[in-house]
Nanobody, 127 residues
């Protein structure tokens, strides 16, 4: 069992920045990928940024490319999503999730492929 706890969401003005955190813990930390996903009201959950721990492959949704960055803190099993130049359309509940099924290359980006999920943190971009 893997536990994930997100934090860092909140209200921010357009053009502002937020850094989301995801703390990963559990008996076996053998996940092969981790991703950030978001879901706005009435919309499907979508991949925002995902990274493979096997080969380092990264994915950024076109809508966030150049603005968002996924990174890690090796000391405390914490992953971050740095979000800059935020737009109103970034408003959503953001989730982190881990993938535990090995693939030789690349990274999966569909929510259906991820196994363990955090509780989500609300990000609202509004003036």
């Amino acid at each position: 069992q893997v536990q994930l706890v997100e934090s860092g969401g909140g209200l921010v003005q357009p053009g502002g920045s937020l850094r989301l955190s995801c703390v990963v813990s559990g008996f076996t930390l053998d996940y092969v990928a981790i991703g950030w996903f978001r879901q706005a009201p009435g919309k499907e959950r979508e991949g925002v940024s995902c990274i493979s721990l096997t080969d380092g492959s990264t994915y950024y949704a076109k809508s966030v490319r150049g603005r968002f960055t996924i990174a890690r803190d090796n000391a405390n099993n914490t992953w971050y999503l740095q979000m800059n130049s935020l737009k109103p359309e970034d408003t959503a509940v953001y989730y982190c999730a881990t993938e535990h099924d090995y693939i030789p290359a690349g990274v999966r980006t569909s929510p259906a492929n991820y196994d363990y999920w955090g509780q989500g943190t609300q990000v609202t971009v509004s003036s």
